[in-house]
């Protein structure tokens, strides 16, 4: 069985994409698939959960600040611990990591691509539970927190009391290993 973590801003790409590869999977090569669109998360999910591929879409990230100082730490730790292929038109603004597929490419070019990179390396023992490093509720959190949501407002829209939110926040900046509230804001020196 093989972990794929999927990274996109477009739901629909996420979705559409792991119902692709679950229809895959069927006929023969086992997925264990999450998706994404946070770049703090990702990386964080990278290093826990350690898939042995992630297929991303970076470019809507690269020229959002609040999301793109995470980028070069991603790669980092994807070329560390995974595989990678990226799905984009023109090259990253950083370092290139993996391997490089147009967005336009056809899913029979996606698929043989996948392969390739997961037969060069080990499987996982599907026995082997793998728990999410953030609950639902904590990433809907990050989710509308990265969007500049005020904690009312995030309390309203998930229908819970304010300080819970302060709660689901705390809780986030700990398992992601963030010093203070500000910091998944703050562009870092790449």
């Known amino acids: 069985m093989y972990k794929i973590l999927i990274i996109d801003r477009c739901s629909f790409s996420r ?12 006929r023969g090569t086992a997925y264990l698939i999450t998706h994404l669109n946070s770049l703090l998360l990702a990386k964080a999910h990278v290093e826990s959960w350690q898939p042995h591929l992630v297929i991303a879409d970076f470019s809507s ?15 980092a730790v994807c070329e560390q611990r995974t595989r ?13 990591v993996g391997e490089m597929l147009a967005k336009t490419a056809s899913l029979a070019a996606i698929n043989h691509l996948i392969v390739d990179v997961l037969s060069d390396g080990p499987r996982v023992n599907p026995a082997r539970v793998v728990t999410p490093l953030l609950t639902r509720q904590e990433e809907k959190v990050l989710s509308m927190w990265m969007a500049g949501s005020s904690n009312q407002s995030i309390a309203r829209s998930m229908q819970i009391n304010a300080k819970t939110v302060y709660t689901y926040k705390r809780n986030i900046r700990i398992k992601l290993k963030v010093e203070n509230r500000f910091s998944p804001f703050i562009p870092t020196a790449a």
């Open 15 to 26: 979705l559409g994409l792991e119902a692709w590869l679950h229809e895959h999977s069927a």
């Open 84 to 96: 990678l292929i990226r799905l984009e038109d023109e090259a990253l603004l950083f370092k290139n």
């Open 61 to 75: 990230f690269q020229h959002d600040l609040q999301q793109a100082h995470v980028l070069p730490a991603l790669l």
